[in-house]
């Protein structure tokens, strides 16, 4: 899923490491790192809803090295699937919810270009000044709003066209999780929700999805289709993954010597006007074997199949051999025939 190409001459996705970078460069690689034990431990754990994680400016930049790049790509590359569900569509405005230092509202600006209103909703104060720091980088983000707000039943939310949870639902109790999808279900045009590709992260994410049809939202990625999902609960999840590129300072906070990292989520991306769902998805990685290339596809019809491409399948064979893991299958094809 690869979302469309910014047209600003530095991508947001650069600039945003760039700006880590110069704002990360004084902090300790050891604080950092003892930081990120505790916030990983404190993910990992039951955190009451009236105790945000982040707590300090340390935990708030130990977070933005760890998390940020792997939230950005994440939520972009939803945003890509939704993009491509509903290509006639920019948001006018942008609400990110529990945004925390403001990850996803790069990966707006970096999918539709251009500045709109943005509001960036959190409880932590100090990861909502950081945030605002770090957004003096991105044109499209400099007169966004930065608001206190606590983040559960008592929400509410101003129409927006674009309503973003990214890595939020699994801070809160189940009837604040169905609380925050209402509001965001009642104020905007389109939702988009990103939770950690996990069993627990894909069972919060499915609930929030059926909370979202029956608000009257039709379903753009990554189902093909606003039926239930055909995955038996407990059986598997649904899930994708995004490559992140990580800098020296990184690595050293996560204790990594790879220059990239797979980060796993769920996501599910809706919308209250027509959107064209993909055809059908891979949800698994393609198995290419000699001659032929594997696709474990959902399909329309709460099906779930795998469909084995050979090399007399002419086109659909390479397609198929450079198709990735959350990809539509089959591909588009312009006039010409080209993908």
Request: hydrophobic share 45%.
């Amino acid at each position: 899923m690869n979302a469309p190409t910014p047209t600003p001459l530095t991508a947001p996705a650069e600039t945003l490491r760039a700006a880590l970078a110069g704002l990360l460069d004084g902090l300790p690689p050891k604080r950092a790192a003892q930081a990120v034990d505790r916030l990983i431990a404190s993910y990992r754990g039951a955190t009451p809803t009236d105790a945000p994680i982040l707590r300090d400016r340390a935990d708030v930049a130990a977070y933005a090295a760890y998390r940020m790049p792997a939230t950005f790509e994440a939520v972009r590359s939803a945003l890509g699937a939704f993009a491509d569900a509903a290509p006639g569509w920019v948001p006018g405005s942008h609400t990110d919810v529990g945004g925390g230092t403001g990850a996803a509202t790069w990966a707006v600006s970096a999918t539709w270009p251009g500045a709109r209103p943005v509001t960036v909703l959190d409880w932590a104060e100090p990861a909502l000044a950081l945030g605002r720091e770090l957004a003096a980088a991105n044109p499209a983000l400099r007169d966004a709003r930065w608001q206190r707000s606590r983040i559960g039943a008592a929400l509410t939310l101003e129409s927006t066209d674009l309503v973003t949870v990214s890595y939020v639902l699994n801070e809160l109790s189940e009837p604040d999780r169905a609380a925050l999808v209402d509001a965001a279900a009642g104020a905007a045009q389109a939702v988009v929700i990103v939770e950690a590709g996990t069993p627990d992260g894909y069972a919060r994410l499915i609930a929030a999805r059926d909370r979202l049809i029956a608000a009257g939202f039709r379903i753009a990625a990554p189902c093909p289709h606003s039926a239930a999902c055909p995955i038996a609960p407990g059986s598997d999840w649904c899930h994708f993954s995004a490559r992140v590129s990580r800098s020296s300072l990184h690595r050293q906070v996560k204790g990594g010597s790879l220059a990239y990292e797979d980060e796993k989520f769920s996501y599910v991306a809706a919308a209250r006007f027509p959107v064209t769902p993909a055809p059908s998805r891979v949800v698994r990685k393609p198995q290419i074997r000699k001659g032929q290339v594997l696709l474990d596809l959902c399909e329309p019809g709460e099906r779930l199949s795998r469909t084995t491409v050979t090399k007399r399948h002419g086109d659909d064979y390479r397609a198929a051999r450079d198709a990735d893991w959350g990809d539509a299958w089959p591909p588009v094809r312009d006039t010409d025939g080209l993908v």
